[in-house]
């Protein structure tokens, strides 16, 4: 390629260099971007720029040679088309501020890559961007979707969705977040598909305890299925559309993340399985298990609503040592014997509607390229 093809190619920065962001600007790369990644330590820095190779959190990954690195923020920024923000979910706010001078008076697109909640605030990830950015929302998108970073670094295909408040934001990064092997899909509901991302860490997490247990498949096939109950009612509670739950920011996710050992959230939860506690097991976890962190936000808001969550409920009486790992039984936890209904708190009841519906969804999504049918 000439260095005039690679000067016309889109030029875009992701902030943060750990598993999940270096595999996202793999992704970028490889859908025909330049990209600029931001380390935080300089050694990793110039690993990534210089050996193509990001070995403490993709091992045996060659990264694209349109991949660099800096550990100059204002280096890494500097003419970004799009921004990517993949830090810890509790260190976005002080990463964010020193992010504030170096875009005021900017337009570009910011993307979240991350699937948390601030502890104390309780708010969702762009609601944080938003604020400490005094940023137009309309700028805002956020990334999430069946994502284990090491499959798709490894290019195993998957898909993943897309959602802003500005149709044209989530169309511009979707275009931009696409390749061979990852599809971006496309919403407007921010808070179905922020929250989905964060609620199946939780469920996960429960997952990962049961299996540490040594319990089988239906007790942990029960937790998923009653935990999609949880996810729903509580992101409808808090203004999602409940397709969003049942679509790849939802049920996909969940999926992924609650059979996968490379889930960090069920790697956590296992260990708690096994007798760990939850000191130990933030020691022994060399990445960010997000779920954790995000227990004591989520029920505080569930509370607030109304909404019942007795998986996440027991998850934290677990982490509390409040609660034998042995005896966790979430999908069975009530305080009253009689016979309750499966459906969701906010459904009709009619299970085969909202099937065909979602079906019809995912089909109109695959006709028209990644986007719902025309007025939808």
Known sequence: MSRREEAARPR??????????????????????????????????????????NSRYLPGINLPRQM????????????AEQIYLSVPSQALRENLATIRPLVAGSDVPLVSLMKGVERESGL??????????DCDPMRIAVASGPNLALEIAKEQPTAAVIASQSQETADAVARRARNLYFRSFVNTDVIGTEFGGVLKNLIAVAIGIVDGVGYGENTKASIITRGLVEMTDFAVAQGAHPETLQGLAGLGDLIATCQSPLSRNNTAGRLLGQGFSFQDVV???QQTAEGLASVAPILTLA??????????????MVLDGAMNPKDI???????DDTPQGERTQNGSGDGGGAFWRSFQRALDQLRHGGRGAPGA
């Not at 969702?124 to 950015?133: A, D, K, N, T, Y």
């Open 12 to 53: 875009v920065t992701v902030v943060g260099s750990g598993s999940w962001g270096t595999t996202f600007g793999k992704i970028l790369a490889d859908g025909g971007a330049r990209v600029t990644m931001w380390a935080r330590r300089p050694e990793l820095a110039l690993e990534i720029s210089e050996a193509k190779r």
């Open 124 to 133: 969702r990830m762009s609601q944080v961007i938003e604020q400490e950015l």
């Open 329 to 335: 039984a979430p999908h069975l936890t009530t305080d």
């Open 303 to 316: 509370r607030e609503s109304g909404v019942g969550m007795p998986i996440v409920e027991q998850v934290k």
């Open 283 to 285: 020691k022994q976890m």
């Open 68 to 79: 660099t690195a800096t550990a100059s923020l204002e280096e890494a920024l500097a003419g």
